[in-house]
């Protein structure tokens, strides 16, 4: 597995955008824990350069920019799979 470095700080976190983002799925991104569960039962998880839990985990350190800059939220395949483990 490769890891990458991330360097945060204040004037890279979007706090406002996990807002509108929980305003507009109804849940919290900051009550997950990164069990990987959601990742684990993701189909398209191998096509995917941030697996859901990493994509949620950017969220929760406010990097959207991260998450807007890949591809990996437009391969969902909205089966919900990550939502229901």
């Known amino acids: ?3 990458t470095k991330m360097t945060l700080s204040t004037e890279t976190m979007n706090l406002d955008f996990v807002k509108k983002v929980e305003s507009l799925s ?3 991104v900051r009550r997950c824990f ?3 569960k959601c990742s684990a039962g993701c189909p398209m998880r191998s096509f995917m350069e941030h697996p859901p839990n990493r994509i949620v985990r950017l969220l929760q350190l406010g990097q959207y920019e991260r998450v807007l800059a890949g591809r990996s939220i437009w391969y969902c395949a909205s089966c919900e799979t990550c ?3």
Do not use: E, L
Request: aromatic share 0%; net charge positive.
């Open 1 to 3: 597995m490769k890891h």
């Open 83 to 85: 939502t229901t483990r």
């Open 34 to 36: 990164q069990c990987g």
């Open 26 to 28: 109804g849940s919290s």
